[in-house]
């Protein structure tokens, strides 16, 4: 299993087509390749960012075993359907 910003990647859906419809997820872009020139970035939760994390190849078997432990208890099936325009940290709506 592939997983990304606390989403679970479906087998079906390759990267060229998350990479070319600017797919999002929880916390902004999934793969987000521009060039900055600023790397200073303000360290707020509530400022949508457009780094991403490193993606986390995970056995199923694994993931069977400890879904209910954090951080797989975050982790939620890919939908390219669903608005991730706002989300929530810990009980706060961030924009």
Not at 43 to 58: Q, T
Request: charged share 30%; no cysteine.
């Amino acid at each position: 299993m592939y997983v990304k910003e606390d989403l679970i990647i479906p087998h079906n859906i390759s990267f060229y087509d998350l990479i070319s419809s600017k797919a999002r997820g929880k916390s902004g872009p999934l793969f987000h390749f521009d060039v900055h020139e600023d790397i200073r970035l303000q360290n707020d939760a509530r400022i949508e960012k457009d780094e991403s994390h490193a993606g986390k190849v995970v056995d199923r078997h694994w993931y069977n075993r400890n879904k209910h432990i954090f951080p797989a208890s975050r982790w939620e099936v890919y939908d390219p359907d669903t608005n991730y325009e706002t989300y929530t940290i810990h009980g706060y709506e961030v924009k």
